[in-house]
């Protein structure tokens, strides 16, 4: 199931092109429950004005709770603004608990599928930061994602964004419009 996910993500990937609206990034994670801290990393497609997918990885490794998580998350704008978004997400993936023998928690386990549910905020630009609030619905507890994504193509002249109206408005990317 793992190499499943592995081909979903490279397969999302490689059917877009850098002309197209992707970015690259990386966060900052604590889960509020357990105060582990960690590192993520993501990829952001956007294939329309609303909706995101974000291939990613996290890596628990400071604390209580050492694990990884490989997934998918679907991202979809709620509220726009001239500079900055809400959003609401939905993510499943696949969770590797490598210090699960040492937890208290009853049925805990090595390997895991989760869900989560969560809100995000970001701003419009090119190099655009990021927060997010999310739930893991299996786990009954909460984290935080604070993040800085690099839009490609974004701004600039051979880039994918050439609506000059839209610049003059102080718009500079349309991947959160």
Do not use: D
Not at 41 to 64: C, E, M, T
């Amino acid at each position: 199931m793992k190499k499943a996910y592995l081909i979903v993500i490279l397969l999302s990937i490689s059917n877009i092109g850098f002309n197209q609206n992707i970015g690259i990034g990386g966060s900052a994670l604590y889960n509020i429950q357990s105060e582990s801290f960690g590192a993520g990393a993501r990829v952001s497609i956007f294939p329309n004005n609303n909706l995101s997918f974000v291939p990613q990885f996290s890596y628990y490794f400071v604390g209580p709770v050492t694990e990884f998580t490989v997934g998918l998350s679907l991202e979809l704008k709620v509220i726009k603004f001239n500079t900055i978004n809400f959003y609401v997400l939905g993510h499943g993936g696949y969770n590797n608990w490598m210090n699960y023998a040492e937890s208290g928690m009853e049925g805990a386990e090595p390997s895991n599928f989760n869900a989560e549910a969560g809100i995000g905020i970001t701003t419009n630009q090119c190099l655009r930061p990021f927060l997010e609030y999310r739930y893991n619905i299996k786990f009954q507890e909460t984290h935080l994602q604070l993040g800085l994504l690099y839009i490609f193509g974004c701004g600039n002249k051979g880039g994918a964004y050439r609506n000059k109206s839209r610049m003059k408005k102080g718009v500079v990317c349309p991947a959160y419009n």
